[in-house]
């Protein structure tokens, strides 16, 4: 194999001269040299790349639901894990003068809860969002970076505000109280 490759290796370097110097780079897992494509600014390349939030790497999903929508947060919940695995909750209060002592319940949920949560965040893509008002009358804010659904209801979002309608009110209200429902069953509270 290694003689193989050294083969190739040489037989490209011969084919290197045919190429201009200043358009060739190297792919350095083979030793391919090929030509690159024109440059573009980076305003060109704004211009024609959607905004969006890359999706979390392999396939990692993470649920983050805060009260209220728009102060300093006195309840976090926060699910992370991967399709079709168990994944873990985190849920963090605030309580007392100030808000200053901590209160910290831990879980996991089973693969199939995860996965049954995965289907019912799927159709709040798309969904409206306001960064400065709760259009949704629950105060909560609830960010989702999962493989399919990048949402958040306080993200601004390009071309203007639109409001929500009421069967979009009522399925994120159904969401909210599923993750509530999971922590309620699932977290406990870490003993130090």
Do not use: C
Request: aromatic share 6%.
């Amino acid at each position: 194999m290694h003689i193989f490759l050294l083969q190739i290796q040489h037989q490209l370097q011969r084919k290197k001269t045919s190429l201009p110097v200043s358009n060739q780079q190297s792919h350095f897992s083979l030793g391919v040299k090929y030509k690159t494509p024109q440059t573009r600014t980076s305003k060109e390349i704004e211009q024609t790349m959607p905004r969006s939030m890359a999706p979390p790497p392999s396939g990692e999903f993470s649920i983050r639901l805060t009260k209220p929508f728009s102060e300093t947060p006195t309840s976090k919940i926060e699910i992370i894990g991967e399709p079709n695995r168990p994944a873990s909750i985190k849920h963090t209060t605030h309580v007392g003068a100030n808000n200053q002592t901590i209160i910290t319940k831990e879980g996991s949920i089973d693969a199939e809860d995860s996965n049954e949560l995965m289907d019912l965040l799927r159709p709040l893509a798309g969904y409206p969002t306001d960064p400065n008002e709760d259009i949704y009358g629950l105060g909560v804010r609830l960010d989702l970076a999962t493989f399919e659904v990048q949402w958040d209801n306080g993200e601004e979002v390009e071309g203007g505000k639109a409001d929500p309608t009421e069967e979009n009110k009522q399925t994120f209200k159904d969401v909210v109280e599923s993750i509530e429902a999971l922590v309620r069953q699932k977290a406990k509270e870490r003993t130090s």
